[in-house]
């Protein structure tokens, strides 16, 4: 690319090295921008086509907003799930559901039934 440019350049031979450095950055400058480009293209390429994926690539609309909801929906109470209960750090359920929360629960009942 660049020595093709130089050679271009009418009486390239009798030009000072600056200038010829000049045109050689600028050809050099160009082809990093092209390669940026395409590698941005690609990029927007390749997220378009996981978006289209994840969406379903069906063209009938309420089927995708239906499957859609329904996914965002699972996903959220797997995400939920494996965060796991605020009471005792487990995996696998919430903390209204702690067995262990229960169990103090039933003793502090069984603590006032005895009080009174």
């Known amino acids: 690319d660049i020595q093709k440019k130089l050679q271009k350049i009418d009486g390239w031979s009798e030009k000072q090295m600056e200038e010829l450095l000049r045109e050689a950055q600028i050809v050099y400058v160009k082809r990093e921008d092209k390669k940026q480009k395409q590698k941005a293209q690609m990029m927007v390429a390749a997220v378009d086509e996981i978006t289209k994926r994840r969406l379903g690539s069906g063209d009938n609309k309420k089927d995708k907003d239906r499957g859609g909801h329904k996914r965002q929906r699972l996903d959220i109470r797997r ?8 009471h005792c750090g487990k995996v696998g359920h919430f903390k209204r559901e702690c067995p262990g929360l229960t169990r103090e629960r039933e003793t502090v009942s069984l603590m006032k039934f005895d009080e009174e």
Do not use: T
Request: glycine share 12%; aromatic share 12%.
């Open 79 to 86: 995400r939920r799930q494996q965060a796991g209960c605020y």
